[in-house]
């Protein structure tokens, strides 16, 4: 069983569509299991898709419609269109850069039998990025249920919302299971710093660090740089802040640092995590005689920013109006968007 989580940090950063494109060719190439994604980002004012359209998709709410251009719906499009079968979920958690739902999802090649989704913020506005949620979905391997989380925790020392909070929320939630469970990834905190988020998950559950535990590991490094949202922060310029956790005993074979140029194409701030714990269900099976969609590569003008909240612009003031320049999706992306999903269909 391979487990992958990364944060896709969708739709941000200077080649967006790139980056998805790379991020599909991953995924369809690969013989990963489930991918616990976080900031999976749709715009606010895009178009509904109908739930009849949505093939392998398990609703786990229903405050939010999936819209056209959802990242997870699109990367789950694409792949099903090579005649790969997979089975996803999506899960809205605030507004982010004042126009996006933003939220976590899970791609699975298993099918979804149950999902959970609850707040791990004491914030539940949904206009505040404070608001922080987990997800979990229920997949059989080797006839067993087993649960897999993806999370997108704060950081230590938020005033507002400070981590061990949040963990305690999610503990007491989602740990009082005789399954195997797997809690995967954006922590928002660095291994290293001792005494904090870290040591305080290790010491507040029964959950194990799949990086410390598998017989081969890379450096673990998942940040290689400054990020959005760590810019006002002293920190490390390469930080381990994205983690499996896991309660079982079974063999970990390997855990190692994917998309991060060396083990696969960078197609996020973040890098991913790809832990291997050896057992195979099934060989995969695609139908060869269908390739991947071509995707369209082209420089997209970007439309000046429209920022509306008050409340976000304050919070990421020193970020916001860099990142909302260079990345703003606007009309011309979303005719690329368009194009995309003539390809597909």
């Not at 020392?157 to 503990?171: A, G, H, S, T």
């Not at 809690?183 to 029964?206: C, H, P, R, W």
């Not at 991913?272 to 969609?293: A, C, M, N, R």
Request: proline share 6%; glycine share 6%.
């Amino acid at each position: 069983m391979k487990l992958v989580t990364l944060n896709a940090n969708s739709y941000c950063g200077k080649t967006p569509l790139q980056n998805m494109e790379n991020l599909i060719t991953a995924i369809a190439e690969s013989d990963f299991d489930l991918l616990a994604l976080q900031e999976i980002n749709q715009l606010m004012s895009s178009v509904e898709v109908p739930l009849s359209e949505l093939n392998e998709y398990y609703p786990c709410q229903d405050r939010v419609p999936i819209k056209a251009d959802n990242y997870l719906y699109l990367i789950a499009k694409a792949l099903q269109a090579s005649g790969q079968i997979w089975y996803w979920t999506w899960c809205p958690v605030h507004v982010g850069w004042s126009k996006y739902d933003e939220g976590i999802g899970i791609l699975s090649r298993h099918p979804i039998r149950k999902t959970n989704t609850f707040l791990v913020s004491k914030e539940t506005n949904y206009w505040n990025i404070k608001t922080r949620r987990a997800l979990g979905v229920q997949c059989d391997f080797n006839g067993k249920p087993e649960w897999f989380y993806t999370c997108h925790f704060d950081k230590w020392n938020e005033p507002q919302e400070p981590f061990d909070k949040q963990w305690d929320r999610f503990v007491k939630k989602a740990c009082d299971t005789p399954a195997p469970l797997y809690v995967m990834g954006d922590f928002n905190n660095d291994a290293s710093n001792k005494g904090e988020a870290y040591d305080y998950i290790l010491q507040t559950s029964n959950l194990i660090d799949t990086f410390k535990e598998a017989e081969y590991h890379d450096n673990g490094i998942t940040v290689g740089d400054f990020i959005a949202g760590w810019v006002d922060d002293n920190h490390p310029k390469e930080m381990r802040i994205d983690y499996i956790f896991s309660n079982t005993d079974q063999p970990i074979l390997s855990s190692q640092v994917i998309f991060n140029g060396t083990n696969l194409p960078v197609v996020s701030d973040h890098y991913g995590i790809e832990v291997d714990f050896g057992e195979k269900e099934k060989v995969y099976k695609t139908d060869k005689s269908q390739k991947l969609p071509e995707f369209i590569s082209e420089t997209v003008t970007p439309a000046p920013p429209s920022i509306t909240n008050a409340g976000i612009l304050t919070i990421y003031d020193p970020v916001i109006r860099t990142v909302l320049t260079d990345t703003e999706i606007g009309e011309g992306i979303l005719d690329i968007l368009d194009d995309i999903l003539d390809l597909l269909n």
